[in-house]
């Protein structure tokens, strides 16, 4: 009786990890017992807490490694056709996609478009993929880049 606290602040077993955070902090204490009913189950501690946010913290996905996986999708479907644009580069944020390269007919243009929006996760692609003329040197911008262009 000399070493307890005469009346402790306990949680129940089915307490929220907020409720027990809240409580702890209110109460300034290090570990906090917890009842199902009049019987102690067990004890929170600190440490329990920081494995338990460390946890979490794991198991929240890295939108970085999302936008990477799909590019590198969209790369490997591309890569190997014929079609393919020349220098492609893919970019991806959040899932928007953004295709550079030179193309060497529209045709080339709409089926890596395709490609891309085919990949899951993809929530839009933005054209970026220009057209150069091998013969006289003309270069086209895509048509998203030459609307861009007009209004900016």
Known sequence: SEVMTRDPKTSTEDATLDDIVETMEKNHIKR??????????GIVSRANLVQAVASLARDIPDPT????RIRERIIRAIEKEEWRPLNLEVLVRDGIVHLSGVIADE???????????????????????CWVDAMSGL????????RLSKTG
């Open 139 to 146: 270069y086209i911008p895509s048509p998203e880049d030459e």
């Open 65 to 68: 490694a999302d936008d990477d």
């Open 107 to 129: 045709r080339s243009r709409q089926a890596t478009i395709v490609a891309a929006e085919n990949i899951e996760g993809v929530r839009l692609v933005h054209d970026h993929l």
């Open 32 to 41: 906090l017992p917890v009842l199902r009913g009049d019987t102690l189950v």
